[in-house]
């Protein structure tokens, strides 16, 4: 399967991944909280598709950003072990988990996720395309979401891999 993120150039450089999820390290987000990161990996978000992508930079950037700055497209190829793979279709989760602002128990359930370190994969609904998350088929999800990546888990490194970067600018009239 192929999962896309959008990045600053400088984090785009390593072949790593775990150096990719260092953004984890300095910022909590919806499916973490930044005092449970351990030193040794990280929490990598990327998604199912490059546009879906692009829209969660989006409503993370300023417009600013937007505007004037180039960004790098990763491009990885996963395997997506069923071992080695939870899906939280949004039917299992809590009211509210689709805050814009945030949702505590989300970012409960993705540092448990994280500190338990049973899967390398956590695939979630999206909050910022949520059209994608009203099928209940958890295959849907998986096609649809985002996909977080568990960087300190001992077979992250055997099932992701980074396979192309290529420059990405948005389109000014996304950001006037």
Not at 2 to 22: E, G, M, N, Y
Not at 46 to 56: D, G, H, I, L, Y
Request: with cysteine.
């Amino acid at each position: 399967m192929r999962l896309f993120r959008l990045t600053d150039p400088q984090f785009a450089v390593s072949d790593d991944i775990r150096d990719h999820a260092k953004g984890s390290h300095k910022v909590s987000g919806r499916w973490h909280d930044l005092q449970y990161m351990l030193s040794e990996g990280g929490l990598l978000y990327t998604s199912a598709s490059a546009s879906m992508s692009s829209a969660e930079k989006q409503v993370h950037a300023t417009q600013e950003q937007l505007r004037n700055h180039e960004f790098a497209l990763i491009t990885y190829e996963a395997t997506l072990d069923p071992d080695l793979t939870t899906i939280l279709p949004a039917a299992a989760l809590p009211a509210g988990w689709d805050d814009p602002l945030g949702c505590e128990p989300c970012t409960r359930a993705g540092s448990d996720w994280y500190q338990e370190g049973t899967s390398v994969f956590l695939i979630v609904p999206s909050v910022t395309l949520p059209a994608t998350v009203y099928d209940p088929d958890p295959l849907d999800t998986m096609r649809n979401g985002n996909v977080l990546v568990n960087t300190r888990h001992p077979h992250a490194a055997d099932l992701i891999r980074k396979v192309n970067v290529t420059p990405f600018r948005y389109d000014k009239r996304l950001a006037p």
